[in-house]
């Protein structure tokens, strides 16, 4: 039974070396030039913000400090109810890049985040318009090198995957058991670029940059207004009609700090989960009817092992059984701590946590799965199409 219990582990022991050789190839930013070009297109940046006072500092102090030349920074205050207007506006007063646009009420069929870019779009002055969350944090060369990258490959749009940043204990356990779980769906980059599907493409809402006749060719954000997750939405809709799309890494270039408490991680993605993984389910149909299996079999895959170690402590079982749980446990707790380290640069102590982050990432999943298409976000409920 022991060489049984090697041959069963191996699921849970090879599946982070898919993950490897599906992220071969992935472009990064890193291979592209820091040096602005002679003619510097205007870059709109349009950032939707509602409720962001702790964030909208930092985020649009970050941009102006690009070493970019050329842009502007249009602010969308979506109907905020705490000082995100004040902190806008003062910055605003202060330099002449940045301006604040009011929201208008939110229009029947949409999702708050989309209709404030679209506003944003309306007051765009660009060659570019680029599109950024205020929890992000630029860096100087990010712009630059995001306008080269997409010059040098008569790109369309661009998207571009940051590094997450986990400040409490709680992002630290939780977000990198979904983050896993978008890894083995997605790949790296490499593998969505290489994708001949639609359903394999996806974008990081959190920076996206796209030329103003690709945007409207589209119908821009109105092609994707009652998408929970518009970029991925946004992705799709460019690969089928034609455009030229990429997604790159930028773990120097970009940094995003998504929640910061627990009910915030619950609520993110309890959003998210669902409703999103329904346009990226593969195989149509049958895929999206798999979906709620779907999302559950990782994080359940991980707590398996561990129940089977800790009914061992109450009850004798076979020895086979035990092996072959000491092995993935091992496994994934090596695993995980590679990734703390290499990755995240944090402790690999984190890794030990992992079925606590499991279980959490399981209770979202049946939230989200229970909720079906009705969202909320941010005081606001939608339902989504």
């Not at 070396?17 to 291979?31: I, N, Q, T």
């Not at 939707?48 to 930092?58: L, M, Y």
């Not at 999302?295 to 061992?312: M, Y």
Request: proline fraction near 6%; charged fraction near 20%; hydrophobic fraction near 50%.
């Amino acid at each position: 039974m022991t060489v049984w219990s090697y041959v069963l582990a191996l699921p849970w022991l090879a599946a982070p070396l898919l993950v490897l050789w599906r992220m071969r190839g992935s472009p990064s930013l890193d291979g592209e030039s820091p040096d602005p070009p002679a003619d510097a297109p205007l870059v709109s940046i349009i950032v939707p913000a509602r409720n962001e006072s702790a964030n909208i500092a930092t985020c649009l102090h970050a941009i102006l400090a690009s070493r970019y030349p050329r842009f502007e920074v249009i602010v969308v205050n979506d109907r905020s109810e705490d000082d995100t207007g004040a902190i806008v506006a003062a910055i605003a007063e202060r330099d002449a890049r940045v301006r604040m646009l009011d929201s208008a009420p939110l229009a029947d069929g949409w999702f708050g985040k989309q209709w404030a870019c679209v506003q944003g779009v309306h007051e765009a002055s660009g060659s570019l318009y680029c599109f950024t969350d205020a929890d992000t944090t630029h860096g100087p060369e990010l712009l630059t090198r995001s306008v080269n990258a997409m010059r040098a490959r008569s790109l369309d749009f661009l998207s571009v995957a940051g590094r997450q940043e986990m400040g409490t204990f709680w992002e630290r356990v939780v977000q990198p058991e979904v983050f896993a779980i978008l890894a083995m769906r997605y790949g790296g980059p490499g593998a969505v670029n290489r994708s001949p599907r639609a359903e394999d493409k996806i974008a990081n809402g959190q920076f996206m940059m796209i030329t103003p006749p690709a945007y409207y060719a589209v119908d821009g954000h109105a092609a994707v207004r009652r998408k929970v997750a518009e970029d991925l939405g946004l992705a799709q809709v460019l690969f089928r009609r034609g455009k030229r799309s990429e997604l790159v890494f930028g773990l120097r270039h970009l940094a995003t700090r998504m929640y910061a408490s627990l009910p915030e991680i619950v609520r993110g993605w309890r959003k998210n989960m669902y409703v999103g993984g329904l346009d990226a389910a593969p195989f149509g149909r049958v895929g999206r009817a798999l979906l709620p299996a779907g999302l559950l079999a990782i994080p359940v895959a991980s707590l398996v092992p561990v129940i089977v170690l800790l009914s061992g402590l109450l009850w004798p079982l076979p020895a086979g059984l035990v092996t072959w749980a000491v092995l993935c446990v091992a496994g994934l707790v090596l695993w995980r701590a590679a990734g703390y380290v290499v990755i995240a640069h944090l402790s690999p102590l984190y890794a030990l946590a992992f079925p606590l982050g499991s279980a959490i990432v399981v209770q979202i999943a049946c939230g989200a799965i229970a909720r079906g298409r009705r969202v909320e976000w941010k005081g606001r409920w939608y339902e989504a199409g």
